[in-house]
Structures are given as C-alpha cells and as structure tokens.
C-alpha cells in the first residue's frame, strides 16, 4: 500500500458508543473508553495478514517513554499489558479489526495510522480515550452500575444551598454530553500551567485520575492561569453575570471557548464545583456535588476559626478566618495508590480559590477516609478540607480603641453539618456528614481532633492567639437564642423573638445591644438594615421574649442576592461575662410553576407553561425567565415578560422539542427588579 492512497475508515460510531456508554456524546468522532476494545474497518489494504502495523499517538511529542505512542501488531489474542489489535475478518480490499488500549492508558484525543510492511504510515483518523469507570481494571472504577449512571451519565444534578436552619436547593444542568463540551475539556487540560511548564510530562501524567483531579480543580478557577471562572464575593456583580444566576456549566464553558479563553464572570463556589463536576463527568471520572453548611474556611491552619464583634454586636471583618452558611465542593471517585486502599473510594477537590497548594489555588484530592480519621498528613490538602468539617469556633469581642480581644465563648459543634449531596436516581437529599467526622461531641470525634492538632505540630506549640483555658471554661450567667416567627420570604416582614433566659438565682439587669446586616452566603456583612438596643431585667431563672419585627420596605434595599440576613445580639450582663446571641437567616423567594402540556414525544413540540404571582404590593418590572435542559431544547432560552402589578399572575407559554426519550430536567430561572433568581426544575419523561 503507497502511502499515497488515504484509507478510508468506518468506525463503527453507533455499535462502539453503544458499548462504551458514550452515546450521548453528540459527535463524529470516535469517543471510547479505555481498557476495552473498539472495532474499526478500514479499506485501501491487500494482503491485510501480512505485517499490519498500527500507531496510536497523543500529545506535542509522541513516544513509547512516555506511554504516549503504542506501535502494535495484530495479535490473536488481547494484550493485558499494551495496546492491541485483533483481526475480526477481512475481505479483498477491507480489513476489520478490534483496538484495545490499556486500561492505565493516557486518555485524550488520539492519532491513529497504519502501516504496511516498509511504507510509511497513512492516517486512519482520530479518536478520543476517556476513563472507564465500567471497567474493573481502570483507577475509576466504580462496581455499583446505577452510581456509574448517576456519577458519569446523568446531566442534571441538585446543589443544596441556604444554611444549616433552613436547607434549600436548585437543580443545575451540567450538560457534558453537549455540542462541544467535550473538545472545551480538552483544552482546558492543554491551557493549564503543568501543561505550558511542561507539555510533555503533562500528558503523560494523564492517564492518572489524581493527577487530572488536581491539576482541573486549578482550571477551572481563573487564579494563576486564566482558567475558566473568575470568582466575585464583593455583592457587586457588574460587568458579568451574578453567580447566583447561571442554571448550567455548558453556557460557562461555551463563553469561555468563545471570548478566546477569557474567564468568565463571575462564580461562587457552587458554579466551580458544578463546572468541575462537569469536566470530570465528561472525561469520565464519576463525580458529585458535596454541600457542607457551616463551613469553617481556617486561614492559618491552627484548626480554630475566630469570628470578631464589637461592643454594638456588629460582626467586624477582622482576620483571614470565616464561616460560611454553606460551601460547596466535589468528590470524585478512584483508587489511591499512592496512600494504600483503604483511602480510595471518594475524594474531595475543591476548585474555589480559598487558600493556595503548591504555590497555585488548587485543593485536592483529599481522601474523605484520611479526613474521618484524622490523617492531616496525607496528600492533599487534608488539614484545609478537615478545618473546613472540624474547626472549633471562636466568638471574640473587640475593642478597636485598644486593640484588646475578650473571648465570648467559643463552640467545637458549630462546623460541618447536614454535609448533603444528591440521591442516586432520585432528586431527594442525602447527609453523608458521618462519612466525614465521628458523630458532634463523642469521645471518638475529640479523639481525630486531637491527633489532627497533633499532626500539625498545633498540641506542643505556644499559640499566643489562642485563649486560656480559663476564659474557655467561663460560665455565662444568661442564655439566649433567637426564634423565627412566621415565614422567611422575601416580599414579607421578617418576625424574630429573641429569648433570654436567666440561669442563675439571683437577678440580672442585661444592656443589649442588637444588629441586622444583609450578608452574602459567606457571612460578609454588607449592608446594615435595623439596629436597636434594650435594658433588661431578668427575675431569677426567669425566661423572657422580646419580639422583632424588621419590615420589607426596610430590608428590601439592603438585601443580597443571597438573600441572607445576620441578626446578632451582644448581651452586656452586669458583673457577668457577654453573652453572643447570632442567627443566620437565608430567606426564601416567592414560588414558580411549570406545567407541561400533553406529552413529551421525541422530536415532537410539547407546550409548557410557567406561572408567577407577583406577592408584594408594588409592581415588578424587568421580568425575564431563562430556561435550559440537557435533551429538551438547544442552548438556553431566555424570555421578556411584561411588567406585574401588585398581585397580578403572569403565564408564560413555550414550545420544547426533546432529542432524546427517558427522564429529563427542564430548569426555570426568573428574575426581576425585586426578585432575583428565582428557580425551579421540573422532571419531563419523554416518549419515543
């Protein structure tokens, strides 16, 4: 065969995607799995039996060293070790064989060609290698078929936000199977500082999912090298969009292609982990979502968070420290040969830019058994992840006159609750908090938090910023909390009691000093809404209610995005020591409903209808509604709707055609001028 003659190539793109799980991938191009064997036909041979030679190449520079180019003949039977071919039949001019590649391959996009005898190669084409979590030998493997579905296939995912009171959630689309996600991941993996470094050591590194976990939860964050997202915490989103308002990774990923590689604005951490999420699942490494709410971001590596307040119980942005209402990260699951089987399974990696690793904003992996038993000590970032799930809490008062801090109290049980992520098959909420610590305030628990202080050096060393075990121990002579009264909605009034109770047996006349500041989820408080203040006296082992009531009109102005609001009362006792009384409330928007109209028939239009009623007594304008769905309609879909006056129902109508049978997601955003973001998801099973 002269080089000359290209040969033409059937690649078998149904039967092969059919059997490596990759037929949702809308694509012309050969996408497989590794470890498993494909089938091609190509003509343009005689004498095909005769030293049929085959190249498989990937990366800048091609070779053997680097496991990056395999040169194979064709065998009887499958290699266990390299590449292969098998020799399925041949005609008189067509040869059909079976590829396999090993099952630690390198994945990515690869260059196949043939050779015969002493001509030069001819080109067959390309085709993509990906993870197979299907297959016993691969790092990712995964046994439970239904989690492979959930954790590789499934394109709609739950992320559950709000805060440990009070959990909500919304549906995002990852959309990995879409258009050109597929290429965008790759180059996402040939954009990164390992790759521009050193490309060739880069790609040889790829066929180890720890390895790509790492170096992606880099990318996907626009800190050191341009990556995907550019994170925005300040509640001033100008110039990009509110993180709050993107409903999928496939637009995210889309514009960052399009503005040639510019990050995009703006993200927070669950549109990191969602778009990693993404990633991961496109190149098949099964990943989920992990939301842990209370969730302690230590600076200093000391396992403590302090949080400051001044005398008028204002929270003070002083220190690198803070505890967020909730934050959200990933776990992905494979081997880890580097620590010893019984830390594979779930790892964690975190793709918003927190603390620096290595010199760069990465986080990960870190396996979530070494963080249950308190290995700090282990690759990666294992004392950040633990912190974040173990720190105990400080609540300081400070005097900025004289820089001098009291302590009010500090808590070991405040950080990592209702650790939650998605149900496999089910769009219900699973608390996996046992699979990160020992049950709150067990011996067991103390104990890993011991030994993880200890690992870090933190048990022998003087740390002058720490309090003395006296002020720990302090006992408060009062106790209070903060109740809701009636429903946390935004357009409503905002109803508290704040309960005090005397614990002592004699009387005590309390100074209190209350505040509300609108916040976003990472507790940053951004606008002051109400202060007032209070002189009380309490009867011996008396218990009193004092109820607050902060209107719309006085939050409405205020209010983040996030919808959050920090209410906070620093009780001065008189000859007693302070007593800090602090809720965090996350309210909720006004309801959305979406009807589908008839039934949902591939390739045939079905109607759906989204109703909102304007609940405040103003009228809302610059109504929009987004709508996407992986399999339901291309791209997002973004709707005008007129003005609505007080109470006035709006109903809007839109056509779908689905491409694909079985149970889909179609996700609803609506915003306006009061209202923002609010979302909703509804299951659509479509028929053939």
């Given at each position: 065969?002269a080089?000359?003659?290209?040969?033409?190539?059937?690649?078998?793109?149904?039967e092969?995607a059919?059997?490596?799980?990759?037929?949702?991938?809308?694509?012309?191009?050969?996408?497989?799995?590794?470890?498993?064997a494909?089938?091609?036909?190509?003509?343009?041979?005689?004498?095909?039996?005769?030293?049929?030679?085959?190249?498989?190449?990937?990366?800048?520079?091609?070779?053997?060293?680097?496991?990056?180019?395999?040169?194979?003949?064709?065998?009887?039977?499958v290699?266990?070790?390299?590449?292969?071919?098998?020799?399925?039949?041949?005609?008189?001019?067509?040869?059909?064989?079976?590829?396999?590649?090993?099952?630690?391959?390198v994945?990515?996009?690869?260059?196949?060609?043939?050779?015969?005898?002493?001509?030069?190669?001819?080109?067959?084409?390309?085709?993509?290698l990906l993870?197979?979590?299907?297959?016993?030998?691969?790092?990712?493997?995964?046994?439970?078929?239904?989690?492979?579905?959930?954790?590789?296939?499934?394109?709609?995912?739950?992320?559950?936000?709000?805060?440990?009171?009070h959990?909500?959630?919304?549906?995002?689309?990852?959309?990995?199977f879409?258009?050109?996600?597929?290429?965008?991941?790759?180059?996402?993996?040939?954009r990164?500082?390992?790759?521009?470094?050193?490309?060739?050591?880069?790609?040889?590194?790829?066929?180890?999912?720890?390895?790509?976990?790492?170096?992606?939860?880099?990318?996907?964050n626009?800190?050191?090298?341009?990556?995907?997202?550019?994170?925005?915490?300040?509640?001033?989103?100008?110039?990009?969009?509110?993180?709050?308002?993107?409903?999928?990774?496939?637009?995210i990923?889309?514009?960052?292609?399009?503005?040639?590689?510019?990050p995009?604005?703006?993200?927070?951490?669950?549109?990191?982990?969602?778009?990693?999420?993404?990633?991961?699942?496109?190149?098949?490494?099964?990943?989920?979502?992990?939301t842990?709410?209370?969730?302690?971001?230590?600076?200093?590596?000391?396992?403590?968070?302090?949080?400051?307040?001044?005398?008028?119980?204002?929270?003070?942005?002083?220190?690198?420290?803070?505890?967020?209402?909730?934050?959200?990260?990933?776990?992905?699951?494979?081997?880890?040969?580097?620590?010893?089987?019984?830390?594979?399974?779930?790892?964690?990696?975190?793709?918003?830019?927190?603390?620096?690793?290595?010199?760069?904003?990465?986080?990960?992996?870190?396996?979530?058994?070494?963080?249950?038993?308190?290995?700090?000590?282990?690759?990666?970032?294992?004392?950040?992840?633990?912190?974040?799930?173990?720190?105990?809490?400080?609540?300081w008062?400070?005097?900025?006159?004289?820089?001098?801090?009291?302590?009010?109290?500090?808590?070991?049980?405040?950080?990592?609750?209702?650790?939650?992520?998605?149900?496999?098959?089910?769009?219900?909420?699973?608390?996996?908090?046992?699979?990160?610590?020992?049950?709150?305030?067990?011996?067991?628990?103390?104990?890993?938090?011991?030994?993880?202080?200890?690992?870090?050096?933190?048990?022998?060393?003087?740390?002058?910023?720490?309090?003395?075990?006296?002020?720990i121990?302090?006992?408060?002579?009062?106790?209070?909390?903060?109740?809701?009264?009636?429903?946390?909605?935004?357009?409503?009034?905002?109803?508290?009691?704040?309960?005090?109770?005397?614990?002592?047996?004699?009387?005590?006349?309390?100074?209190?000093?209350?505040?509300?500041?609108s916040?976003?989820?990472?507790?940053?408080?951004?606008n002051?809404?109400?202060?007032?203040?209070i002189?009380?006296?309490?009867?011996?082992?008396?218990?009193?209610?004092?109820?607050?009531?902060?209107?719309?009109?006085?939050?409405?102005?205020?209010?983040?995005?996030?919808?959050?609001?920090?209410?906070?009362?620093?009780?001065?006792?008189?000859?007693?020591?302070?007593?800090?009384?602090?809720?965090?409330?996350?309210?909720?928007?006004p309801a959305?409903?979406?009807?589908?109209?008839?039934?949902?028939?591939?390739?045939?239009?079905?109607?759906?209808?989204?109703?909102?009623?304007?609940?405040?007594?103003?009228?809302?304008?610059?109504?929009?509604?987004?709508?996407?769905?992986?399999?339901?309609?291309?791209?997002?879909?973004?709707?005008?709707?007129?003005?609505?006056?007080?109470?006035?129902?709006?109903s809007?109508?839109?056509?779908?055609?689905?491409?694909?049978?079985?149970?889909?997601?179609?996700?609803?955003?609506?915003?306006?001028?009061?209202?923002?973001?609010?979302?909703?998801?509804?299951?659509?099973?479509?028929?053939?």
């Amino acid at each position: 065969m002269a080089a000359a003659t290209q040969p033409s190539t059937n690649w078998h793109l149904k039967e092969n995607a059919r059997e490596h799980h990759t037929s949702k991938f809308s694509s012309e191009e050969l996408i497989v799995r590794r470890g498993q064997a494909f089938s091609i036909t190509f003509n343009g041979t005689e004498k095909p039996e005769q030293n049929l030679i085959f190249l498989a190449e990937t990366g800048p520079k091609p070779s053997k060293a680097t496991k990056t180019l395999a040169t194979f003949g064709i065998s009887s039977t499958v290699s266990k070790e390299g590449w292969s071919a098998v020799l399925q039949s041949t005609s008189s001019n067509s040869v059909s064989v079976s590829i396999s590649s090993p099952q630690n391959a390198v994945i990515g996009r690869y260059k196949l060609s043939v050779q015969l005898g002493s001509s030069s190669p001819a080109s067959l084409g390309t085709f993509v290698l990906l993870f197979n979590p299907w297959s016993s030998g691969d790092d990712v493997f995964m046994p439970n078929k239904a989690e492979c579905e959930e954790y590789v296939l499934e394109e709609f995912g739950i992320i559950f936000a709000g805060n440990k009171n009070h959990i909500s959630s919304f549906g995002w689309n990852f959309g990995q199977f879409q258009g050109d996600i597929l290429n965008i991941c790759l180059s996402i993996m040939d954009r990164s500082l390992y790759y521009r470094q050193d490309p060739v050591t880069d790609v040889s590194h790829r066929h180890d999912p720890r390895y790509l976990g790492r170096v992606l939860s880099a990318m996907v964050n626009a800190n050191d090298d341009l990556g995907v997202v550019l994170g925005n915490w300040s509640g001033k989103y100008e110039g990009g969009k509110n993180p709050s308002s993107w409903t999928g990774s496939a637009e995210i990923l889309q514009s960052w292609k399009k503005s040639g590689f510019k990050p995009v604005k703006y993200g927070q951490c669950w549109v990191f982990a969602a778009v990693l999420t993404t990633v991961l699942r496109c190149l098949g490494i099964p990943t989920r979502t992990i939301t842990n709410f209370s969730s302690a971001h230590d600076a200093d590596e000391n396992l403590r968070v302090d949080e400051f307040y001044d005398a008028d119980g204002n929270h003070l942005e002083r220190g690198a420290d803070s505890i967020w209402n909730f934050h959200v990260w990933n776990e992905s699951w494979f081997t880890r040969n580097d620590l010893g089987p019984s830390y594979s399974g779930w790892q964690v990696l975190d793709a918003t830019p927190q603390e620096q690793s290595g010199g760069i904003y990465q986080c990960g992996p870190a396996s979530r058994h070494a963080i249950k038993e308190g290995e700090v000590d282990l690759d990666y970032d294992c004392p950040f992840v633990f912190a974040e799930v173990n720190a105990d809490c400080m609540y300081w008062n400070y005097d900025s006159a004289t820089g001098k801090k009291t302590l009010i109290f500090s808590k070991s049980t405040e950080i990592g609750v209702s650790i939650s992520t998605k149900a496999v098959g089910r769009d219900d909420r699973v608390d996996v908090t046992s699979d990160y610590k020992y049950e709150e305030g067990s011996a067991k628990e103390r104990d890993i938090f011991k030994k993880a202080r200890k690992k870090l050096g933190l048990e022998d060393k003087f740390d002058p910023t720490a309090p003395t075990q006296e002020e720990i121990e302090q006992k408060p002579d009062i106790s209070g909390k903060f109740k809701v009264a009636g429903s946390l909605e935004v357009g409503k009034d905002l109803n508290l009691l704040l309960v005090l109770e005397n614990l002592q047996s004699d009387a005590k006349t309390v100074n209190v000093n209350m505040t509300a500041w609108s916040t976003l989820y990472t507790r940053r408080p951004v606008n002051e809404i109400w202060k007032d203040s209070i002189s009380v006296t309490l009867a011996p082992k008396e218990e009193k209610q004092f109820p607050i009531k902060i209107k719309y009109p006085e939050y409405q102005q205020q209010l983040t995005t996030d919808k959050t609001i920090q209410v906070t009362a620093l009780c001065h006792v008189e000859d007693g020591i302070q007593v800090l009384v602090q809720r965090n409330i996350t309210l909720d928007n006004p309801a959305i409903d979406i009807q589908v109209l008839g039934e949902a028939k591939v390739n045939e239009e079905v109607v759906v209808e989204v109703a909102f009623t304007n609940p405040i007594n103003t009228e809302v304008k610059d109504c929009v509604l987004q709508v996407e769905g992986s399999d339901l309609l291309r791209g997002i879909l973004e709707l005008r709707i007129p003005p609505l006056k007080a109470s006035e129902k709006s109903s809007t109508k839109f056509k779908l055609i689905p491409s694909e049978a079985g149970p889909k997601h179609l996700l609803v955003n609506f915003s306006c001028d009061k209202f923002a973001d609010i979302k909703t998801f509804k299951m659509v099973n479509v028929i053939n």
